[in-house]
């Protein structure tokens, strides 16, 4: 029965917790961060990730531009 124990041990040894999507470091399950510090590192990955999805919505605008100007422009010059 040594299988089914360990697994018992750990929970006993640990009690319920999360781990921090930061650094994966075991916490309390009441705290979203372990520390202040994975909190700001948090805060600015969203930052950047906001920025970087501001950027594609506007890569594609651009490029469906692009498209339009050679589907209506391309005809144009070869005829
Ligand atoms: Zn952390």
């Known amino acids: 029965?040594?299988?089914?124990?360990?697994?018992?041990?750990?929970?006993?040894?640990?009690?319920p917790h999360s781990h921090c999507p930061i650094c994966g470091k075991a916490?309390?399950?009441?705290?979203?961060?372990?520390?202040?510090?994975?909190?700001?590192?948090?805060?600015?990955?969203e930052r950047k990730q906001k920025k970087k999805g501001r950027f594609q919505c506007v890569f594609l605008i651009v490029m469906m531009v692009a498209m339009m100007l050679f589907m209506f422009i391309l005809p144009l010059i070869g005829s």
């Open 1 to 15: 029965m040594s299988q089914s124990s360990w697994k018992d041990q750990i929970k006993k040894k640990w009690g």
């Open 27 to 45: 916490m309390s399950t009441d705290k979203k961060f372990c520390s202040q510090n994975c909190r700001d590192n948090m805060v600015e990955r």
